[in-house]
């Protein structure tokens, strides 16, 4: 395999990804958000997490949703979609 066509490959992941992930956040918006708060909360409430075990996966939730973004930005980068000035933003 060339290494173009392995770019290739890699770049319309995660243009894939990219879109299933706005088809996703446009089908539950809040919703799926909601539901998390209320699964952690239902498992709070009779003990079945601590206050430690809640925080961690509340981190876990954030690095990955910062995975994501990273991700999500690099794929629009050598799409070639994103502004300039984003750049210096970030």
């Excluded at 290739?8 to 992941?13: E, H, K, P, S, Y």
């Excluded at 992930?21 to 952690?40: E, M």
């Amino acid at each position: 395999m060339t290494a173009i066509a392995l770019l290739g490959g890699v770049g319309l992941f995660l243009l894939g990804m990219t879109v299933m992930t706005d088809g996703l956040k446009a089908l539950a918006g809040s919703a799926l958000q909601r539901d998390g708060r209320g699964a952690t909360l239902a498992a709070v409430a009779p003990g079945k997490l601590t206050a430690v075990d809640v925080f961690a996966l509340v981190d876990a939730n954030r690095r990955l949703d910062r995975i994501a973004h990273h991700a999500w930005r690099s794929a629009a980068h050598r799409l070639g979609r994103g502004a300039p000035d984003e750049a210096t933003a970030a």
